[in-house]
């Protein structure tokens, strides 16, 4: 019952299918977690696995030549497309992210306005 109307009969429903990128479910747990079950019978918990240390030193590896990598691309399109006299490189890690920042003051009025202009480079 829709707000006191019949459906069907006050109200044509028409089903079209699933709209595109529409999900049938939600994933509740990650793939990090392990489903526990608790008193409640419809109640689950999440318990997050342990990873292992040397796992955990290999993937921060993995992260560090990326932000290194990235870092790189970005001075070397600075150098290429900006007449910058200086370049400020700013690397942040908060909440396990990590943000790469790199801006250059150079002079709008020379070079690739992408590049040159703070304003308008894209950081990353």
Do not use: W
């Not at 109200?11 to 079950?37: C, H, M, S, T, W």
């Not at 292992?52 to 600075?78: H, K, R, W, Y």
């Not at 790199?102 to 690739?112: I, K, L, Q, R």
């Amino acid at each position: 019952e829709l707000s006191g109307l019949e459906a069907e009969t006050d109200i044509a429903i028409e089903v079209v299918g699933r709209r595109p990128g529409e999900k049938l479910d939600e994933a509740l747990f990650n793939p990090y977690e392990r489903v526990q079950p608790t008193p409640a019978e419809k109640i689950s918990r999440a318990e997050r696995e342990r990873l292992d240390p040397g796992v955990v030193a290999e993937m921060f590896d993995q992260i560090a030549l990326l932000v290194l990598e990235s870092c790189q691309e970005a001075l070397t399109n600075v150098a290429k497309h900006a007449d910058a006299g200086r370049v400020a490189v700013d690397v942040v890690v908060h909440d396990g992210q990590v943000e790469l920042t790199v801006e250059d003051e150079a002079d709008p009025s020379s070079g690739d306005a992408e590049y040159a202009a703070p304003e308008n480079a894209e950081n990353g």
